[in-house]
C-alpha cells in the first residue's frame, strides 16, 4: 500500500544513508541532463532554419546545396514550424505522467529518444510543410517527457547540499542546446546538414541514459526493495514521497509548454502590431511581475530535505 510505502522509504534512508556519492550523483545528473540539450538544440533548430526558408521578392533567394532541394515557407507557414514543437511538447509532458510511473524514470527517458529521432530523421528529409510540422511535433513530444521525467528523475536521488545546484542543469543544458543550434546553424548553409548535427546529441543521451541506475523511489514503489536498497547504495539520495507530485509535474509541464506555444506563434504578429520594442517590454513586464510573485509567494526549499519539504506543503512527515 501506499502507507506502506512510504514507511519502507523513511527506513531506507534510515538503514541505508551515509555521506552521500556526490560523484555518482554528478554523472547521473549529467547523463540525464543530456536529453535537456538534446531538446534545446531542438528549440533552437527553428531560428536559424527558419532564416533558410524565409524568401519574398525583396529578398536575395536563401540556397540550400542538398540534394532535396529547396524549401521556401510564408510567414504562417514559418510560425506553424516554430510552434508545431510546443504541440508535441504538450502531448509529451502529458504522457510523460503515466510513463514515469509504469516503465520507470530510466525507461521513460530511454523511450522519448525514439519520437525524438524519428522527428529529426522526418525533419531532414521533408519535401512539404507537413513533414516539416510532423518531425517537429515529435521532437516535441521528447521535449515535453524530458521536461517532466529529467527534473523527476533527479531530484529523486540529489542530496539535500547539491539538489539545487543538480535541479539547475535541466534548464541549464537546455540553453546550452539551443545555442549549439544557434552556433552550428550559423556556421552551416544546409538546414538539412544542420538536423544531423542536432539529431547526432539525441544518440549521445541514449548512450549515457542506458548507463543510469533506476530511481529508488520508482523502484520501491512497485515492490523491489532489494532493487531499491541497491539503487539507494549507488545513489545515497534520498527519496521523495508519491503523492501529487507525478501530477503536479505534469500540470506544471503543460502549463509550460502552452505558454510557449502562445508566445512562439504570437511573436510575429506582435511584432507587427506593437514593434519589436513593444514586444520586448510586453514579454519583460511579464517576467518581471513573475519575479515579485515568486519573492512575495514561493517559500524558499533551500537546506531542507524532500521529506521537509513535502511535509511543508501538507504531505506526510518522514
Not at 519574398?56 to 546545396?65: A, G, Q, S
Not at 529518444?113 to 524519428?118: H, I, K, R, T, Y
Request: charged fraction near 10%.
Amino acid at each position: 500500500s501506499m502507507l506502506e510505502s512510504e514507511r519502507s522509504a523513511a527506513q531506507l534512508v534510515i538503514e541505508e544513508w551515509k555521506r552521500p556519492a556526490h560523484g555518482t550523483q554528478y554523472f547521473a545528473a549529467l547523463s540525464a541532463s543530456m536529453g535537456a540539450m538534446a531538446v534545446g538544440a531542438a528549440i533552437g533548430y527553428s531560428s536559424p532554419a527558419s532564416a533558410a526558408f524565409r524568401y519574398d521578392n525583396t529578398t536575395e533567394v536563401i540556397t540550400d546545396n542538398s540534394t532535396f532541394g529547396n524549401l521556401y515557407l510564408s510567414k504562417e507557414a514559418r510560425g506553424w514550424f516554430a510552434g508545431s514543437l510546443s504541440i508535441g511538447a504538450l502531448l509529451g509532458c502529458m504522457l510523460a505522467g503515466l510513463c514515469i510511473n509504469n516503465i520507470g524514470r530510466k525507461g521513460t527517458m530511454l523511450v522519448s529518444v525514439v519520437p525524438l529521432l524519428s522527428g529529426w530523421i522526418l525533419i531532414g528529409l521533408a519535401q512539404n510543410l507537413s513533414m516539416l510540422v510532423i518531425g517537429r511535433i515529435l521532437c516535441g513530444l521528447c521535449t515535453g517527457i524530458s521536461s517532466l521525467v529529467v527534473p523527476t528523475y533527479t531530484t529523486e536521488f540529489a542530496s539535500k547540499d547539491i539538489r539545487g545546484a543538480l535541479g539547475t542543469g535541466f534548464q541549464l543544458f537546455i540553453t546550452v542546446g539551443i545555442l549549439y543550434a544557434y552556433i552550428f546553424g550559423w556556421a552551416m548553409d544546409s538546414w538539412r546538414l544542420l538536423t544531423v548535427v542536432c539529431g547526432a546529441l539525441g544518440f549521445v543521451f541514449l548512450l549515457m541514459a542506458a548507463f543510469l541506475k533506476e530511481s529508488p523511489h520508482y523502484l520501491l514503489s512497485k515492490g523491489k526493495e532489494m532493487q531499491a536498497r541497491q539503487s539507494m547504495q549507488y545513489f545515497r539520495g534520498e527519496l521523495f514521497y508519491p503523492n501529487v507530485k507525478e501530477a503536479a509535474g505534469s500540470l506544471a509541464t503543460t502549463i509550460n509548454w502552452t505558454c510557449v506555444f502562445i508566445v512562439t506563434f504570437t511573436f510575429e504578429p506582435l511584432q507587427g502590431a506593437i514593434h519589436d520594442y513593444g514586444v520586448y517590454w510586453l514579454f519583460g513586464s511579464i517576467s518581471a511581475l513573475n519575479f515579485i510573485f515568486c519573492l512575495a509567494f514561493v517559500p524558499e526549499t533551500k537546506g531542507k530535505t524532500l521529506q521537509e519539504t513535502t511535509a511543508y506543503f501538507g504531505g506526510p512527515p518522514s
